[in-house]
């Protein structure tokens, strides 16, 4: 009488065993986010507004990391110099797709340092003026590049940098083949109100 419950008992245990069991796929990694210039101007204002009211950016940068290198107009990393002449201070915010190094993921503001408004050829800007992004820059700057991009050999990661200095009459993008204005293979100044060509690369 015992028997008949004990086969029912061992053929649920054995039809459990053979059920498949079910994988779980991983998700492919996302690849860092890469933003625009003024993209990452937008992202860092907030935190600048509420450090000083009357805050001005005074220098856009690109900068180098190894794991979202620049692409189309875009980088991984950004820092945005802001002033306020009421403080009498500058501060750095950094914007990053990652953690590295010295960067932290995110918008991140550094110690401010004392500004006592302009020592050399940069000036505060007004950011309404900057209309031209660094993708519309690159495209620009590449138009005029054919001298060296036609040369062989493999090129240097594209930088960018965003100033305004009595040169010009509107603030301007670098476009750099190189980590700086000094040691770039080739640099192109595109004015970034208008889009026009201010300077072809070598």
């Known amino acids: 009488m015992r028997i008949l419950p004990l086969l029912v008992l061992l053929s649920l245990v054995s039809a459990c065993s053979d059920t498949p069991q079910e994988t779980k796929t991983k998700e492919p990694a996302k690849p860092p986010e890469l933003i625009t210039g003024r993209q990452a101007f937008q992202r860092t204002f907030p935190s600048a507004r509420a450090w000083a009211a009357d805050c001005r950016p005074f220098l856009v940068r690109s900068l ?51 500004w006592r408004g302009p020592s050399g050829q940069q000036q505060p800007f007004d950011s309404a003026a900057v209309k031209i992004d660094t993708d519309a820059a690159l495209q620009t700057a590449i138009e005029g590049s054919s001298a060296y991009l036609s040369k062989p050999g493999d090129k240097p990661q ?43 690369g070598s």
């Open 64 to 114: 180098e990391i190894d794991e979202a290198k620049s692409d189309a107009g875009k980088a991984g990393a950004w820092e945005v110099t802001y002033v306020s002449a009421e403080k009498s201070q500058a501060r750095v915010y950094t914007w990053s797709a990652v953690e590295e190094g010295n960067l932290h993921q995110g918008v991140f503001p550094r110690q401010p340092d004392a």
């Open 158 to 200: 594209v930088m960018y940098l965003l100033e305004d200095t009595p040169r010009y009459p509107d603030p301007v993008w670098r476009v750099l083949w190189g980590a700086t204005v000094g040691s770039a293979q080739n640099a192109v100044t595109v004015d970034a109100s208008t889009g026009k060509l201010l300077q072809r």
